[in-house]
């Protein structure tokens, strides 16, 4: 096992009805004016918003909104924000939505107290040094976001989406209210089943030996999410689903179950190309690539991919050909995202082959290769596009 | 699943050589002045303390030392710890050792801002409101004090062993150096798995229904215990099988695996009148009360029981006669605790069967009835003192 550090400070406040007590944890944390950070009018339209302005002004705690975060958050609404954080002295940032909404409340966090471009934090390692407190309100299981220091943004000219991560963006609490997902339609249940399942697995896959804890809590997550997600899918109302899924979601991201062990990371690079240049949903593009990339790699460690077969989508090892099993693993994953409504190749996804040169361009490794369980150069992540592009169940 | 509250703050500080951070990460946590709390000689002799010592002289924090805490901690050792804390000004307490010395420091940071006696706050749910930052290095993975708010101390009149709980005892560090645990003797790595595998089990036995997701993380720490346990008595420098134990133990005990639903907590209520009276290990107590306790309750929930035995243990379903694997489950339980070298019956404890009413008296329901997944009376808390007396593999 590598060393590490790992502390993961955010309050989470998981249950029914709990974002009625946004007010006290706004207070508890130190935050006297809010900017309420939402999406899309579903918030509106279903009461939520006003829930948690009603729940700030029983606590005399005053806010301003700013609503339009779009899936693939834009660095553009991020400006916005930053400007009218720092006209109307707001001191703490409240996200009520999904993973894009806590990302880009995250990026307005860094730019409020940083005097040049909050971009410049955004895929260039910098660190960021101070940013306002963050609270959340999740309305959607996927992206981790409300317990990671992580925060991914889309610049608008270009289409580039970059990440950049911090202890100091970590929440200072997360409201996480099952219930809040059960309106979700199918089709952004399974994505962000997807997402949860990829953070695992980009963890999961990794070159340090002997990290059985690390191993077995992955594994967790994993049957969690194949035995509740066809459930929530085929059941949208059930409440014992969705909270499953819910704090598997958290679990899978905010890095307990990647502690002391190298991780991978390459697939979500390379799916931020596809939601980058086609705007679809980061899910539905992990799909996609992940399997491929599984298939690219799996003979760097066949015994890994054996046992990802054996314990978590319950195949019979092989034992004189562990190779079978490891590639029946594969074929189960891809074909349990078909079966929960994912997209398989880019046809399904509404991607283009052609495109290939131009995202192997955009995920820009021009000389060397990327880090990661396989260190993949320019030439293997297009083989990687060519395999998604081309797959059958 | 249940609604709750979950926020593990502590900073883990994991691996070889850490210890030598213990400077910069008092000063991280405003330490000035440190009171070492240790317990045997072993911390002496081993160099550890020196290493300590020399990590704050080198940020220029100051120190005062109180040895001495015994396994089951005593409340006569924590009254001179405040003390000596009061007159030296000391704002930190850094424990260097295992739970014990651990609980001891909480109950001296309890003790410290506190005008009355510390003991008020033990086994009377009284709530703590202030404590000074404690951080500790652990030398013995077991207790799980190092990532939670829980202290259990002994009172030396009357051998009186009672625990409280607080966020505000959650350490603000723990540094977990698996090397520091190679050089442990067969049995204290044995009570210490114990100890963590009840910490587990404690969770796992639950009224709530549909927690599947905290079922897993549960299933994946005892999974990885009876994988290294065994290989860390047959290998006791085996640092894989050490620090898949260490982080173990604190995923076991931080309560990421018991959010979200009823817990249990009887066999630790049922064993510390055992620890308490004869002075044993809390471990190896656990090891005689917990198979009891499950041949006398599993009745309640055979299903949950046979969920056990075929998801930890590997035995094969019976799907004719669930009970039968339900039972086979809760022997093999015992068997591994035997194979590990645990006492499995009060003779090979050192307690005895005339002790039981005693035993019964000191643990204290007259009318009424204990919580957890079965309430328990006076007279079935005989029973499972009974079951456990005489039991055989």
Redesign the interface.
């Known amino acids: 096992?590598?060393?590490?550090?790992?502390?993961?400070?955010?309050?989470?406040?998981?249950?029914?009805d709990?974002e009625n007590e946004c007010g006290d944890l706004v207070k508890k944390y130190g935050g006297t004016k809010v900017l309420i950070h939402y999406g899309s009018g579903s918030a509106e339209r279903s009461g939520l918003l006003s829930r948690v302005e009603k729940s700030l002004e029983e606590k005399g705690i005053g806010y301003v909104k700013l609503g339009g975060v779009k899936p693939n958050p834009r660095d553009t609404l991020i400006y916005e924000g930053i400007e009218l954080c720092r006209k109307e002295n707001v001191d703490f940032i409240l996200s009520v939505g999904g993973g894009s909404c806590i990302d880009s409340a995250k990026g307005i966090a860094i730019g409020v107290l940083y005097d040049g471009d909050f971009w410049d934090f955004y895929g260039t390692g910098k660190p960021v040094e101070k940013a306002l407190p963050i609270g959340t309100v999740l309305t959607i299981a996927a992206a981790g976001s409300e317990g990671s220091g992580a925060s991914v943004v889309t610049k608008e000219d270009g289409m580039l989406k970059r990440d950049t991560g911090s202890d100091l963006l970590r929440p200072k609490f997360s409201v996480l209210n099952?219930a809040l997902t059960q309106t979700l339609p199918a089709y952004q249940t399974a994505c962000g089943a997807t997402d949860i399942m990829a953070h695992v697995f980009e963890r999961y896959f990794t070159n340090t030996?002997?990290?059985?804890?690390?191993d077995?809590?992955c594994?967790?997550?994993l049957?969690?999410m194949i035995?509740?997600t066809p459930r929530a899918i085929r059941e949208p109302q059930n409440y014992?689903a969705r909270?499953?899924i819910m704090?598997?979601g958290t679990?899978a991201h905010n890095d307990?179950v990647g502690?002391?062990r190298s991780q991978d990371w390459n697939s979500h690079g390379i799916e931020h190309e596809l939601s980058g240049l086609y705007d679809c949903a980061h899910g539905a593009g992990l799909a996609v690539i992940m399997p491929a990339w599984m298939e690219f790699v799996y003979k760097h460690d066949i015994m890994r991919f054996a046992q990802m077969a054996v314990r978590i989508w319950g195949c019979e090892m092989n034992f004189h050909n562990p190779e079978e099993t490891a590639l029946q693993g594969i074929r189960c994953f891809r074909s349990f995202l078909h079966d929960i409504g994912m997209p398989i190749n880019f046809e399904e996804l509404g991607a283009k082959a052609e495109d290939i040169p131009v995202l192997v361009e955009k995920f820009g490794i021009k000389d060397g290769k990327t880090g990661g369980f396989v260190a993949l150069t320019a030439d293997d992540v297009t083989k990687i596009y060519t395999i998604a592009a081309n797959a059958t169940l």
Chains 1, 2 share one sequence.
């Open positions: 096992m590598d060393n590490f550090n790992f502390c993961s400070p955010t309050e989470f406040v998981f249950g029914k709990r099952p030996k002997e990290v059985e804890i690390t077995r809590l594994e967790a997550v049957l969690t035995k509740e014992e909270a499953n704090w598997a679990v307990i502690v002391g």
